[in-house]
């Protein structure tokens, strides 16, 4: 079957799995304050009781803005009352800028560090409100940029520290999701500044984060951007290095930074080491390229397709949808998924953690533009 074929096939079903994913995330996904619940069951219930994390708020936004895109008018109302509920109960807790880092069930701060993998996902969260029409995600956005330049960023190479109060390792994943929220930004608005701060992101992909002779992305450092001490140091996650490739491609097609053979070595890489006997991808390696967690969530297949794409190996992209349709998505309940296998294939997850939608929504998405692309209306 022809690559364009096998693409329409997988979005095809992945349609049919949205109508579903839609409605029930729609109507459970949301606690009566306005905010999103951390986890569902198996059945589709919530868990009431487990904390908030503000980058799982985030993230959740961008998927119901995603929803309202898709003409699901009642995640409208829903998406406006979430935003106001994480702004009242997240930002500028203790009189202090900057997204606090977790919430308790009743919207109590559990802990207030502002870390900066959870000001990226709300960057990216505000981002998705905004293009769903609400009027004050901007100006929560131009706040959250604001406390980055000012609290997080180094001035000496524009790389973001560890939150405040700032700790290490230093990790490079705050750096892919900032740069992603200000793709993210450039697209819906065109504005140079987004492009600009992409751009100082990329830079320190390439001068800090990145080994060019191994083709390895770096997980974990010490504060002057050596590999932090073993085992950190030692981290490579096959996930991050397919993120990173589609990131990387995204930033070349508006006229950023050219590292698109940057981009291809991580992917091959990642294809070279990071994937088990059956085809998906595992959580974790060395650097030396052996399996040290070959168990495999969800989100490094989601990440994978979407490196498959932008590197051309559509027919690859599209198996691995269908795959992954079959067996991550073979719950009883449709509209959910199972979070992780281990290395024989049973399943280890006994919830379905919200902040997997994400990952799920913007690589399905991906595969439904490129079929679309190759099967037009």
């Known amino acids: 079957m022809a690559a364009s074929e096998l693409l329409k096939q997988a979005a095809d079903r992945i349609e049919v799995w949205f ?12 606690d009566p304050k306005g905010l999103f619940y951390e986890q569902l069951d198996f059945s589709g219930q919530p868990d009431e009781i487990v904390s908030r994390r503000m980058r799982v708020q985030g993230r959740q936004l961008y998927t119901f803005s995603r929803a309202v895109e898709a003409g699901h008018a009642a ?40 870390d900066t993998y959870d000001q990226a996902f709300l960057l990216f969260g505000l981002h998705g409100a905004a293009r769903a029409g609400l009027p004050n995600a901007r100006q929560l956005a131009d706040h959250t940029l604001a406390f980055i330049d000012t609290s997080l960023t180094e001035p000496s190479d524009g790389s973001v520290r560890e939150g405040v109060p700032a700790s290490l390792p230093r990790r ?24 600009d701060r992409a751009n100082r992101i990329a830079d320190v992909f390439a001068a800090s984060l990145f080994d060019r002779a191994s083709g390895i992305l770096g997980e974990f450092f010490t504060a002057g951007f050596q590999l932090a001490p ?5 981290i490579v996650e096959p996930g991050h290095h397919f993120e990173w490739s589609w990131l990387l ?21 990642g294809l070279a080491h990071g994937l088990g006997s059956e085809g998906y991808a595992v959580d974790e390696c060395d650097r030396s390229g052996h399996q040290t967690r070959p168990s495999r969530r969800i989100w490094p297949q989601t990440e ?12 690859a992209a599209a198996r691995l949808s269908l795959a992954v349709l079959d067996t991550y998505f073979a719950t009883g309940t449709q509209g959910l998924w199972i979070d992780q296998f281990d290395q024989a ?33």
């Not at 977790?102 to 560090?113: C, E, I, N």
């Not at 397709?305 to 590197?311: A, D, E, R, T």
């Not at 994400?358 to 998405?365: L, P, Q, S, W």
Request: aromatic fraction near 10%; include cysteine; glycine fraction near 8%.
């Open 249 to 269: 491609y995204r930033l070349a097609g508006f006229d950023g930074r050219d590292l698109i053979e940057e981009a291809g070595a991580l992917h091959r890489w």
């Open 172 to 195: 490079s994943n705050p750096h892919m999701h900032l740069l992603e929220a200000l793709l993210a930004w450039f697209e819906l608005t065109g504005e140079q500044q987004f492009l």
């Open 304 to 315: 994978l397709i979407k490196s498959c794409l932008v590197n051309g190996q559509h027919d």
């Open 230 to 234: 073993p085992p950190m140091g030692e």
């Open 19 to 30: 109508s579903h994913a839609w409605p029930l995330w729609i109507d459970r996904g949301l």
């Open 75 to 114: 995640a409208l109302p829903r998406l406006r009352h979430a935003l106001a509920s994480i702004e009242t109960y997240g930002w500028g807790i203790d009189a202090q800028p900057g997204w606090i880092h977790l919430l308790g069930p009743d919207g109590s701060p559990q802990d207030t560090l502002r």
């Open 345 to 377: 294939g049973r399943q280890t997850s006994d919830v379905v953690p919200a902040s997997t939608f994400y990952h799920i929504v913007v690589a399905f998405e991906e595969v439904l533009r490129y079929a679309r692309s190759a099967h037009p209306a």
